[in-house]
């Protein structure tokens, strides 16, 4: 019998596909058009990825976890920074000489982010959340992404 990944593991997953894709950009040619691309592809998983934990996750956080709201706060705002970085460097050609200080910006927050949230949130959600309510949540987020058409993330060369 397979086991089905819970809530926390299916956004572990986005984690990874999210660094993955973030060392693509990094490691592409800064005149190359791969980096647009990639950007691109980078803001529709974080998009969807973020939309989801606010959709399934940070509500259950919320109200079920200790200082649920501080950890949410902090995560939103994460988000907010990160969208705002990811905005700015859609409107960029990757040649520009800005483009790499924006990089370097969201690199660093994305990765701060990704490590507070493995580090102090999911522990937090799997501690205060019985197996079967994250099971549950995990069931959900992927018979909608499945509705909507968006599979597992992939990686930088698919």
Known sequence: MSRRPDIL????????????LLDAIEAAPARGTDRGDLVTRLTDL?????TAEEEH????????????????????????AIGQYLSDLQALQPADP????????????????LRGEEDRLFPAARKALPAA??????????AERAELGLGPPVSPAD
Do not use: K
């Open 9 to 20: 593991g299916e956004f572990t997953a986005d984690h990874r596909a999210v660094t993955e």
């Open 46 to 50: 974080l998009f969807a990825h973020c």
């Open 57 to 80: 996750l940070f509500p259950v956080v919320q109200h079920d976890v200790p200082d649920g709201g501080a950890l949410v706060f902090s995560s939103i705002h994460d988000h907010l």
């Open 98 to 113: 800005a483009f790499d200080t924006l990089l370097r910006g969201l690199a660093d927050t994305l990765r701060r982010h």
């Open 133 to 142: 309510a994250r099971t549950a949540l995990g069931d959900r987020l992927r």
